[in-house]
């Protein structure tokens, strides 16, 4: 996604879609007064007496990123009370542990570079780079622990669908079980659920009513896996280079996604074609780029665009319980920017 203008104090762009927040004049400024709090909460949080585990732990955290999850919380508590400090200390929740969740995932994908840097496990070794994840989680649980035992069960279920979406990927479909249905089946729990809970805490503890809550919930999950079917397409059509990660990754690394899912329910011959090219050596570099073209040509990219656009529009059609205004609208632009994104 394309940032727009910084619109706060604290560094991080508003990533496209959500540009109406800075020009509403009661909701901007309280949004940006909010990431400000965040953004300094966040850096108390993984904050260590200790200098090298006070090192590790600052590393991603330090590296920027958009903060969307934060955001997303904090633009649902906007159907409450939005100015309860709760509302605050879960988004530092939900990022705390999205940025534990990387220092695991970069260790399991062998990733060199994360926003621009190079990867914990790079500097430190795989096994400090585990520890410092665990530490953030740990982080996370104090944090959590403060909120009440509503919040603390949102993110207990929320870790438990991280840890066995990152499982099922790692094992792979079950006998019988369709591969394309495992996938969507990861994703919800991999990435989902996480955007899930950041609507859920915002909208719960500002107060909001229980079907503006659900409502949050529907749409985080939908919305998240909308994100990632985009971004597994991007990476497997060569579309952007992401920092660290080379176009065709997945591709090489064997790791399923949608378009090679739905290249292997082809049974035409230029589809045998490309697998065969897909499933064969694709160690060097112009074996990679030549694979990463031939997918991006190839019309299964464009009906896994079609399928994440889906996923946007039924995020947005969850949304209709909302009440007219700033909110719900960022939400409807934050949705469709997901999968119209610039490269």
């Known amino acids: 996604m394309k940032p727009v203008t910084d619109t706060t104090k604290t560094g991080i762009a508003l990533p496209a879609g959500f540009a109406l927040i800075s020009e509403d004049p009661e909701v901007g400024p309280a949004v940006s007064e909010s990431l400000e709090q965040i953004e300094e909460l966040l850096r108390e949080s993984v904050a260590s007496t ?3 585990a006070d090192r590790t732990a600052r590393h991603l ?9 934060p955001l997303l919380a904090v633009l649902a508590s906007h159907l409450g009370d939005p100015s309860r400090r709760e509302v605050v200390t879960a988004a530092v929740v939900v ?3 999205h940025l534990a969740t990387l220092y695991h995932d970069d260790v399991m994908d062998s990733a060199p570079l994360r926003r621009g840097a190079p990867t914990a496990h790079e500097l430190w070794g795989n096994s ?3 520890l410092t994840g665990d530490l953030i989680f740990a982080r996370a649980s104090r944090l959590v622990s403060g909120l009440g035992g509503e919040a603390l069960a949102v993110q207990a279920d929320t870790f438990e669908r ?4 990152q499982l099922h990927e790692t094992q792979g479909p079950a006998e019988g079980e369709n591969p394309r249905e495992h996938y969507l089946s990861v994703l919800r729990d991999k990435t989902g659920s996480l955007v899930a809970a950041a609507g859920h805490f915002g909208a719960m503890l500002s107060g909001a009513p229980r079907e503006y809550v659900e409502t949050m919930v529907a749409y985080g999950e939908k919305v998240g ?3 990632q079917l985009a971004d597994d397409v991007i990476d497997v059509t060569g579309a952007k280079e992401k920092a660290g990660k080379r176009p065709g990754t997945d591709l090489r690394e064997g790791v399923p996604t949608l378009p090679v899912l739905l290249l292997r329910e082809k049974q035409d011959e230029s589809s045998r074609r490309l697998l065969e090219l897909i499933d ?8 990679l780029a030549e694979a990463v073209s031939a997918l991006a040509a190839h019309p299964v990219a464009e009906e896994s665009w079609a399928i994440a656009r889906q996923w946007a529009e039924d995020a947005i059609a969850t949304l209709e319980p909302l009440p007219d205004g700033t909110v719900k609208e960022a939400l409807r632009s934050f949705a469709l920017a997901v999968v119209d994104r610039e490269v």
């Open 50 to 52: 200790d200098p090298f």
């Open 61 to 69: 955290v330090e590296a920027g990123g958009k903060r969307i999850r």
């Open 95 to 97: 990022e705390l542990t």
């Open 128 to 130: 400090v780079a585990i």
């Open 162 to 165: 991280l840890c066995l979406g």
């Open 225 to 227: 896996v909308a994100f």
């Open 280 to 287: 064969g050596d694709l160690s060097s570099d112009e074996a």
